[in-house]
């Protein structure tokens, strides 16, 4: 059975971090690229961060970049999101999807019909 399974999400004071991580299971792990989303309620769903199916290319939504890193780790089957300075407009659900497109546009699709999606994460941030 294909799975993604996120965890670390929490609440978490402005500028504080979290590490948001991504299990991978029933599928290659190696042969997909692999995302972080976010939605958070009344907004459209936003490629925050995709990485390479080799971890050598990464790209990250302009709301992020300096502050969010994608990496992957092939021996666990897992992707992490490291998550600094978090501001309050960074709160939302947080999902990982999985996909054989390039990463930029994995990260800039629109659609649900990745090959793979994990059920969320929810992220809060006070302010």
């Known amino acids: 059975e294909v799975q993604l399974v996120e965890s670390g999400g929490g609440l978490v004071q402005a500028g504080g971090s979290l590490r948001l991580s991504c299990a991978a299971s029933g599928f290659t792990f190696d042969d997909y690229v692999i995302g972080w989303f976010r939605q958070a309620p009344g907004k459209e769903r936003e490629g925050v961060a995709c990485?390479?199916?080799?971890?050598?290319?990464?790209y990250y939504a302009d709301s992020v970049k300096g502050r969010f890193t994608i990496s992957r780790d092939s021996a666990k089957n897992t992707v992490y999101l490291q998550m600094n300075s978090l501001k309050p407009e960074d709160a939302g659900l947080y999902y990982c999807g999985a996909d054989r497109r390039a990463v930029r546009a994995l990260c800039e699709s629109q659609t649900w019909a990745l090959d793979a999606w994990g059920q969320g994460t929810r992220v809060d941030v006070s302010s």
């Open positions: 990485v390479s199916k080799s971890d050598d290319e990464t």
